[in-house]
């Protein structure tokens, strides 16, 4: 099977630092081509993989101030279709505008849903000749068929297990208000334990007006965006992480990433969370501040190994790889 | 010759009130059918034509604000592109979206650069096989091949002649730090003369802070978004238009309106202005406040049927739609 991964190019593929989309089509490029699939990746030109990659962007435009990201997204979605009639099957991984020129690929389209920006979107999916597959049941749109749900995988050995929970907290992803992370640093003042907060600044004001303030080197550390061999050390070494989320998330790799380690999490119950924690076992759902800190101050309460096995059976990236072979065999076959 | 006109939707073609690429794209859909060419232009549903009308947006996306506007271009352009095989020449007008896919366009591409918005676009331009048109030879990229500089034309019927010089004067088109607005503000209350301020809001906080403080309805008078009609009649009823623009124009629109009322133009002598205003016959070209309150105190000599007589040579939209064919005929035969 001749599969063309039309990955995005925010950033490199797998991305140095923050890139979710990026990580999940890596993960699956590498999977698929262990497989004996015939995969050709299009992403930026410094990604590394096992793959055939092709693509038109030295770099990720995310990168660079000088790329128009818009403009360089189109290239690369223009090149990867005029060469589509090659394949047997493009699996888009680059939300809506592969679908506004799914007439122009001359191959069967999959599209996964990384997450929708806005209703406004919607039209391209409406009328596009594509199918879709969901990363969590939370965030499917009512108005468009599914040909899966498929929860996001990741690769286990890149976070090491640690029995013994740690003394502190951990807030992992994007610092912006629908992350949560000022009310991570409320719940761990409350809960009276220090807190480390690592991610891009993606909300500058939020940062300096809300975050920063509350930094302190002890009680609260802000690491910024970690890279992923400090990213396990980080997690495994952490008590519980917080997933205080003010928006109904469609998927979240931290999350997952830090129940690999062991840590379990705390999260509020929005979005995908009910889907991807399971309460008692690999974390607890709250949904405020007082239960969030009632949650954190029972949460020895969790097998740590219970939690990275269960978390294993889940969220392992053999199990997502294997999902999406089973559903391009129904597609091309 | 059968000629796809793939027009902006940002708007309606003619636009109501602001939109020059849907204007100039209107004029010659209607010039090049009444000279016999099978024409189809596609622009949003409810635009007016004599041509054939093709498109996927109702409406103009920048009437709509549940409307996603690059997603409705996306869809556009891939829906005029589907259909390109049936055309013996594609003419965009649309920017850097088309020139992103233009291999998926299946007849020679022609494309009119109504504008660079930045020089993180031109990566798509220098990839794309398409030939291009400069609206003005200041407008012109070092790093393209140019098939022909056209200026705009326009429709001289829509715009009345007056013989007497009106008492005022007038600064039309967004209202913008690169318009120049405050710096027309300043040049009236010197020259001793009421202005009148045509155009939308482009930056609110502008308007706010240094346009609507000086707005007292007699000696500045903001009368928003003006329709053709009304246009017309404002513009010959005033001594002279002011366009102290702070940044290289690719072209004046509103320039050449004002001259076909016989109304003389104060222009800063920045982009495309040195090309469009004749010096002492159209109006005066200058590079402060002072020279321009200079020039409006000497508007008196400038003769205004002589001012409509030389635009009506130079800028009509039959000499515009003339010109384009001549370059389609070099193509296409």
Chains 1, 2 share one sequence.
């Not at 081509?33 to 038109?56: E, I, K, P, Q």
């Not at 599209?111 to 999916?125: D, M, N």
């Not at 040909?147 to 502190?168: K, L």
Request: hydrophobic share 45%; glycine share 8%; net charge negative.
């Amino acid at each position: 099977m001749k599969v063309a991964l039309l990955g995005p190019v925010a950033w490199r593929t797998p991305p140095h630092h923050y890139g979710p989309w990026e990580q999940v089509t890596s993960l699956l490029a590498e999977g698929l081509t262990a497989r004996g699939v015939d995969v050709t990746l299009f992403a930026t030109l410094d990604s590394l993989t096992a793959a055939t990659l092709d693509g038109v962007c030295a770099h990720g435009y995310a990168e660079d101030p000088a790329m128009d990201g818009r403009v360089w997204e189109a290239m690369h979605v223009a090149h990867a279709f005029g060469r589509s009639a090659e394949f047997d099957l493009v699996h888009n991984h680059l939300d809506w505008l592969p679908l506004a020129f799914a007439a122009q690929c001359r191959a069967p389209l999959l599209t996964t849903v990384h997450g929708f920006s806005g209703p406004a979107i919607l039209p391209a999916y409406a009328r596009a000749r594509s199918r879709y597959v969901s990363i969590s049941d939370a965030d499917r749109s009512p108005d468009l068929d599914y040909a899966a749900t498929i929860h996001h995988g990741i690769a286990f050995d890149g976070f090491p297990f640690r029995a013994a929970a740690g003394h502190g907290l951990v807030v992992f992803g994007r610092v912006h208000p629908d992350k949560g992370t000022r009310t991570a640093i409320e719940i761990a003042r409350r809960a009276g334990m220090p807190l480390t907060i690592c991610g891009i600044v993606a909300d500058q004001r939020y940062f300096d007006e809300q975050i920063l303030p509350h930094v302190d080197g002890e009680q609260v550390v802000y690491l910024g965006s970690v890279g992923p061999e400090q990213r396990g050390e980080i997690l495994s070494s952490a008590a519980a992480l917080l997933h205080p989320i003010a928006f109904a998330e469609p998927f979240g790799l931290a999350v997952v990433e830090s129940m690999a380690c062991g840590t379990p999490v705390v999260a509020y119950a929005r979005g995908s969370m009910p889907e991807v924690v399971d309460e008692g076992v690999t974390g607890h759902l709250v949904h405020d501040v007082a239960e969030a800190v009632a949650a954190v101050s029972r949460i020895g309460d969790i097998d740590r190994q219970q939690c990275r096995d269960h978390a294993g059976k889940r969220f392992s990236a053999d199990r997502m790889v294997d999902d999406y072979l089973r559903l391009y065999h129904t597609i091309v076959d």
